[in-house]
């Protein structure tokens, strides 16, 4: 049981280029096998690449060292957009960002995942990706009752869809873009 990162994606990466943002950076981590953050990293490329044919993708995925690096990066390919991968990753990069004294959304628009209980009591509250955690758990339990009393699981693979919690750390970017990916 887990939610659609691919839809995850395509939310958050949607939601931007209709506030008018082409230059959009995703904020990954370093991975080697397929996790979820390999999911959503691999979905962002793909997307990227259908709208944006003529740019080199790994200008546009950050695995910053320094807190240096994420600033003259955003400067240097003109980044007004950002989807971070996690949680953590989120607080980690709007830390950075504040010492940085780069502001969400008047110099960069921000979208996380999973916060969606705690991103409305950050500054300014974070537009998130929300997954039905509630759901995944409900349906859990289920199938480890099924299982535990011999019953048969009618689906293996279950997959629930995420919605997108707005809030006020994407600002509309001032030119018009035309929608760059359909859900």
């Known amino acids: 049981v887990s939610s659609n990162h691919e839809e995850s994606i395509g939310l958050a990466f949607n939601y931007l280029t209709q506030m008018g ?4 950076g ?5 991975v080697t096998r397929k996790t979820l953050i390999f999911l959503r990293e691999e979905k962002f490329i793909n997307l990227y690449k259908k709208t944006n044919k003529n ?9 910053f060292e320094k807190d240096d690096e994420l600033l003259q990066i ?3 390919k003109k980044i007004t957009g950002l ?4 949680e953590n990753n989120s607080l980690q990069t709007q830390y950075l960002l504040n010492r940085l004294n780069v502001k969400i959304p008047e110099d960069l628009s921000l979208i996380t995942f999973e916060l969606h209980n705690i991103s409305e ?20 339990v289920n199938i ?6 011999k019953k048969k699981l009618s689906d293996r693979n279950i ?24 859900i």
Do not use: M, W
Not at 121 to 140: A, C, N, R
Not at 166 to 181: A, D, H, W
């Open 21 to 24: 943002h082409k230059n959009i």
């Open 26 to 30: 995703y904020i990954g981590k370093n």
């Open 55 to 63: 740019i080199n993708i790994d200008d546009f995925i950050f695995k």
């Open 144 to 149: 480890i009752l099924k299982l535990l009393n």
């Open 121 to 140: 009591f950050l500054y300014p509250p974070v537009t998130t990706i929300k997954q039905p955690l509630d759901k995944i758990s409900e349906i859990s």
């Open 159 to 182: 997959v629930l869809n995420n919605d997108i919690v707005f809030r006020s750390s994407v600002k509309k970017y001032k030119r018009t873009c035309k929608i760059l990916y359909k």
């Open 74 to 76: 955003i400067k240097e």
């Open 83 to 86: 989807i971070a991968f996690s």
